[in-house]
């Protein structure tokens, strides 16, 4: 069975409420943690009441949820460091483990299978990140002003023609424990990037704001966007 670790916040989090937002009739956490059914799922939390509600739950035997460290209880504190700590917590060494998040509500457990699968049959790659597909012009801010990061504006490419750009979504991040021990990144020394497209990209934050837009534009049809 596939492993993957997942960070679930409620005291820690800039945002605590977000885990337990309604989706779908149930906690956005346990609408996530039942979709992977099909993985052995290791939750990091600082709730101790999130661990008692999942391992009182049947349909979430697949979870192995455990109290996060004292010392990373803080809302800055980076995701390398609680891998460092799930991976010695489960005492994995060799395998490909993965990390998904809470508030990707349409993520496939196929979508993340598929990124395990690529990870297993292409060595030159140490890790699959999730990521969107950008074909745009970029410009980067300098001191003296803006310059063309991939484009010359003198010679324009039609856009759907340019090299894409892979924009890390956050969706999912693939990775074999042993290279992660050496690097201490997630993104390995080698990744490939493994396109992610709507609506599996799709973060809550931003469903949360579309709601409330449109709260707004109904409950003032006349108001201007």
Known sequence: MRVLFIPIEFQSNINPSINHVEFQGQPLWRHTLSRFSGFKLF???DSP???ESIQHDANLSHVIPYLRDP????????VDNL???FLDYSRIRHEPVGQIHVTFPFLQSTTVEKGFDFLKM???????IGANRVRARFWREEAFGYVPVNHHP???QRTHRMVPYMEENSTFYLFNAEVFRKTKT???VNPHFMEVGFPENLDYHVLERMDTLISELNNSPNQDI
Request: glycine share 4%.
């Open 154 to 156: 003198l010679k324009l």
């Open 49 to 51: 009441q999130l661990i």
């Open 43 to 45: 939750v990091d939390t």
């Open 71 to 78: 010392d990373l209880i803080d809302p800055h504190t980076s």
């Open 83 to 85: 891998i460092s700590y």
């Open 186 to 188: 997630r993104s390995g």
């Open 122 to 128: 292409n060595s030159p790659y140490d890790a699959v």
